[in-house]
């Protein structure tokens, strides 16, 4: 029986392929006693050979789909499996305690993990916990007879089906076989979302019953334009997306034409329509989707795609190949934005009751400034390559602007003093996504080269509704007035001073949204990459004069986000 499951448009496309499962399966087991250690011993040696070969499996695809560098956690966990002392130490307790190898597995697996913890001096040992961990998941599978999702494994198209996937979990997604992904939590700006867009996986998130609706290998259309995932679709249903998926093919292919054309209104005013990058490698899709510049490149990808905190060398390396990459156009680097939803595992943070509140970004970089300056030093170096500016996330008051500036001014003048050559019109704004800087953004301007408002965080903290909780997501209202009051605000702010305003929030890349924006006269529109075209070929229907009215109407005039909505349709003729 077909079934329609509706969730979150995450990212465009439309997708068909059998769903894969990623979701962990139950691990659970009783304490029993045995009579026969022999055979007991001889059921772990069975489940730790099949963990091996297992492994090795999943080493040698990943290192083909993924990388030499992506596969080598795996040798990581073949160590602790070819680790006489690990296996050994549950062979032994087998023996002497004539309990079931699952208890005895349980039991060692928690000493180790307690003793690397314990290495606190030494991040490196600290790591091996995890890793710990994660073989004893594997084995003890084994022996419970259950299978273990191995994403790294997949070599069918398909669909995968979670509750939830982390950034590093979608950054692992392979996008010759993964054609689209459904998760039951999420929002369209979770960061597993904006991952899904730069990776061009059509994707539906925030379903909130996909992981129970969905069964392993049944077929599933992923419609990533209205958030419609259809399981078992018939014949009526896969003839009728195979066609909106043809429609959307050769939409994008109209919108291709544009991909060297300068962006401009129907009345010639020239916009910057930029693309959000996470690491080097995404300048490509930049470029093919015919960016103007990088208007957020999100720096902390580069740190959670390491085993430890990226070295200045490191660094200098990806800020250098981004710049070169994007040959002169300008490219801005926001510095490291840790904490909310985005963790460092080798960079312990304090148990928060609310993350997003908490410790992160700016806060952790004013606070542990020998990671910040490292990143500083890093940037700068690299600012002869290109036309590099650099922003700060999550700035709340006029005193951290100045503190973090302050930093990489004397970063400056020592790297300068040191007879290292240094561009010298980098430009350092600051991200706007605190309701709370977005009211003194006057203040502000004085001191930042340029705003890039962040309406993702921004809009969360206007609204109080947390941008990835499904549950509070009809809150999460891009066009509400308050959002829109505060975004001129910022936007006159800066041009008061002579400043640049732009915007690196999803709401950059929203076709409902940029009519207004437009009217406010917002300069640089910064999005993911595949929105751009999209977002080109609208611009070059409006007119500024028209728009401003309409940007005028909606701010005197709207109550709620639908009035918004109805009058920008109404407007631009969008339906
Ligand atoms: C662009 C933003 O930053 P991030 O999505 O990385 O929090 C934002 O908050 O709008
Ligand atoms: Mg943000």
Redesign the pocket.
Known sequence: MTKVLKGIAASDGIARAKAYLLVQPDLSFSKKSITDADAETARLKDAVDASTKELQMIRDTAAKSLGEEEAQVFDAHMMILADPEFVGAVETGIKNDKVNAEQVLHDVSANFVAMFEAMTDNPYMQERAADVRDVTKRIMSHLLGVTLPNPALIHDEVVIIAHDLTPSDTAQLNRKYVKGFVTDLGGR?SHSA?MARSLEIPAIVGSETATTDVAADQMVIVDGLTGDAIIDPSDADVAKYDKAAQDFAEQKAEWEKLKNEQTVTKDGKALITAANIGTPDDVQGATDNGAEAVG?F?SEFLYMNASELPSEDDQFEAYKSALEGMNGKQVVVRTM?IGGDKHLPYLPLPEEMNPFLGYRAIRISLDQQEIFRTQLRALLRASNYGKLAIMF?MIATVKEFKDARAIFDDEKAKLVAAGTSVADDIEVGM?M?IPAAAMIADKLAKYADFFSI?????IQYSMAADRGNEHVSYLYQPYNPSILRLIKQIIDAAHAEGKWAGM???AAGDTIMVPVLVGLGLDEYSMSATSILKVRSLMRKLDTTEMKQLADRALADAETNDDVIAMVKAATQQD
Do not use: Y
Not at 454 to 458: K, R, V
């Open positions: 700006t904006i957020l999100r934005d996330p991200m996504e962040g309406t993702n965080d921004l690196c929030g999803e």
